[in-house]
């Protein structure tokens, strides 16, 4: 389904965002910035940080510093929350403040310049017709699905992986033939995942800042890891 190439892009693109016995996935996207589970990311604010997670999410408004490590082609790197989505467990990383990080920043900074970032999907896709997708797995295997929107009024996909998806998973990116993200695997039971739509489609009030046309980002929660289904 992809290409050597494609897949190559995407394996050099995903991270593992650990801490302990943590270890889930992410991928470099547009603008420098990482894409996974909220999830992923508040587990590792809860064990690292001796303050309860309320207070350190609250601290982060006001700017405290605070270093997620990730593992990637260039090893051990350090990066900050830009964004966290629990209701709908997505989270955006980013570079940290090079003013107080600059070691660590400057590492980031070259990774992303070494990688190519995976673009998103902006295609509206047909009613009733599943389109063949695939996802890269935290043990660096593809399983390949298909995926299916409902209709004109539902912005969610069904999702079909007749291998399932084994946990461990959370945060990979699930990919089109043309090697763009149309989706993030959340979860390997329950699973969340979401869709990129028009702007038109509206979404929260934060969006992903790359060199490409913005998106905004509309989400939803897929029922079944066999057959799941998407929902706004």
């Keep these: 389904m992809l290409s050597d190439i494609q897949r190559h892009i995407v394996e050099n693109a995903c991270v593992t965002v650990h801490y302990g016995d943590c270890r889930e996935q992410g991928v470099l996207v547009g603008g420098q910035l990482i894409l996974t589970a909220a999830h992923n990311v508040l587990y590792v604010l809860e064990q690292k940080y001796d303050a309860p997670l309320a207070s350190t999410l609250v601290g982060m408004a006001l700017d405290d ?77 593809w399983l390949e699905g298909t995926a299916q929107q409902g209709g004109p009024t539902t912005y969610g996909f069904w999702i079909t992986m007749p291998e399932g998806i084994e946990g461990g998973t959370s945060g990979s990116p699930i990919v089109t033939t043309q090697g763009t993200i149309t989706g993030l695997n959340l979860s390997s039971k329950l699973s969340f995942a979401l869709s990129w739509g028009p702007l038109q489609r509206g979404g929260p009030p934060w969006h992903i800042s790359t060199r490409e046309p913005v998106p905004m980002l509309s989400f939803g929660i897929a029922h079944r890891s066999q057959c799941q289904r998407w929902k706004r």
């Design 65 to 141: 510093h605070v270093v997620v490590e990730i593992e990637t082609t260039h090893g051990l790197l350090h990066v900050k929350p830009v964004a966290i989505e629990p209701a709908t467990d997505i989270a955006v990383l980013g570079a940290l403040d090079d003013q107080v990080f600059f070691k660590k920043w400057e590492a980031y900074e070259t990774w992303c310049e070494a990688v190519a970032p995976v673009p998103l999907c902006y295609d509206q896709f047909p009613f009733m017709t599943p389109i063949p997708v695939a996802v890269y797995t935290h043990r660096g295997t």
